[in-house]
């Protein structure tokens, strides 16, 4: 319906600025590998709340 009242195009962007919603960044997240899994061998490792923590299977790690 919108895009039949000229407000939004077929993909649901608005035709013009609004100020109303943010314009989506054009870019992507810099990609890093993580430590070693001690239980599943991934390089998945990350610190999360102060404590190592596995992304793949949800092993935790050493605290502090």
């Known amino acids: 319906r919108y895009a039949m009242l000229g407000i939004l195009d077929e993909n649901g962007v608005p035709h013009r600025e609004m100020g109303i ?3 989506p960044a054009n870019g992507h997240a810099k990609l890093m590998q993580g430590g070693r899994c001690p239980e599943c061998g991934n390089n998945t490792m990350i610190r999360k709340d102060g404590c190592d923590w596995c992304t793949a299977c ?7």
């Open 21 to 23: 919603l943010e314009t």
């Open 58 to 64: 949800g092993y935790v790690g050493q605290c502090g």
